[in-house]
């Protein structure tokens, strides 16, 4: 059992930087692919980032990528979303998961482990 701890979300305007972590505990080391995905009010959860931890590899969006970087301290079994250029339209709950499969998953059904989410508003 994998529980995961979003931070980090809060109102911000067009144009900042927001940075979110998120805390993994329980069985970890498993936790081949820890990723991110953000809902907006009445649409589908959508993938935004992720990184394996075997070889690093990491996969984006095309809406973020260039300004949203994963990264992951090993070591803290903690994984971050640095948001830059943030737009009106990145406003959801992001979420965080994790998964131990070693390919990297772009859908919901593909990662065991959630966390309860953290809201980040941009306003224009």
């Known amino acids: 059992q994998v529980q995961l701890v979003e931070s980090g979300g809060r109102l911000v305007q067009a144009g900042d930087s927001l940075k979110l972590s998120c805390l993994a505990s329980g069985r970890t080391s498993t936790n081949y692919v820890m990723g991110w995905f953000r809902q907006a009010p009445g649409k589908e959860r959508l993938f935004v980032a992720a990184m394996n931890s075997i070889n690093h590899n990491t996969a984006y969006a095309d809406s973020v990528k260039g300004r949203f970087a994963i990264s992951r301290d090993f070591a803290r079994s903690t994984v971050f979303l640095q948001m830059n250029s943030l737009k009106p339209e990145d406003t959801s709950v992001y979420y965080c998961?994790?998964?131990?499969?070693?390919?990297?998953?772009?859908?919901?059904?593909?990662?065991?482990?959630w966390g309860q989410g953290t809201q980040v508003t941009v306003s224009s």
């Open positions: 998961a994790a998964t131990t499969r070693i390919q990297i998953p772009t859908i919901v059904e593909g990662y065991e482990s």
